[in-house]
Structures are given as C-alpha cells and as structure tokens.
C-alpha cells in the first residue's frame, strides 16, 4: 500500500472544479492519502470561493491530515527547496510516506522524479501512471 503525500498545490487543483483529474488521486486502490496541517491551510487560503471550498472539504474527508512535525535543519542542506516549502518535504517524511505527489516546479521541479530521505518526488501525472503500470 502506497502512502501519499499530497502538497497544497495538488489539494487546490484537485478541488478547483469537480471534474478535475487529480480526483482520480482518490479513487486509487492501495493508496493512502495524506496531509499536513500545514499543506492543507495553505490549500484553503487560497480557495477561490465558497463552493471551491466546499469541495475542497469534502475531499479532505478521505485523506489522513497529520500535524506539522519540527523541522530537520538537515533539510536546509537541500539544494534549491525553499524554506516555505520545507515543511512540506519534512511532513512527507514523518509521517512516513513513500511518495511526495506535487505540481510546485520551482520548489521541487529540480527533484522530480528522485528519492529525498524516502520519499520519492512526483508530478500527479507521473504517479497516476506509475500506479497504472502497477509500479506505484
């Protein structure tokens, strides 16, 4: 079973219309669905209107919102991660998720598609195609 961490960006999209395809993300089989407390009042900040918000909560209902953990200075070794997004790298691994799904390329687009400390860093596209091929 795969654990997931989602990051706002994705939360937002996901939530932005209702026939977005990120939704798919949570019709998954096998896939665990989390995020930080974090991640997601950054999501809501940004809601567009009332009924963006709406859908926004409706779909936090099925996924895991863990706490924000203290963050790691070993993270502010990491290359090209802004210290904004940290908390978002450090949440993913605490709460032990495999894999990091965003769509933020200036803050990990230079990881894409690479492990940092057990947590592998994917698009939503990738990771919808990876768990098709049974590889997620």
């Known amino acids: 079973m795969d654990r997931v961490f989602l990051d706002a960006n994705i939360l937002f999209s996901a939530s932005y219309r209702s026939d977005a395809g990120l939704r798919r993300l949570w019709s998954l089989p096998g896939a665990t669905l ?9 999501a809501r900040r940004n809601c567009t209107d009332d009924r963006h918000r709406d859908r926004l909560e409706a779909l936090v209902d099925s996924l895991e919102v863990v706490p924000n953990p203290p963050l790691d200075p070993a993270l502010d070794e990491l290359d090209g991660i802004p210290p904004s997004d940290r908390p978002i790298l450090q949440a993913a691994v605490s709460s032990r998720c495999g894999i990091l799904v965003t ?28 768990h098709a091929a049974g590889d997620g």
């Open 34 to 42: 989390v995020v930080s407390s974090y991640a997601l009042e950054e």
């Open 103 to 130: 769509g933020d390329r200036r803050a990990f687009g230079p990881h894409f598609g690479e492990e940092i400390r057990g947590v592998r860093v994917l698009k939503a596209a990738d990771y919808l195609k990876l």
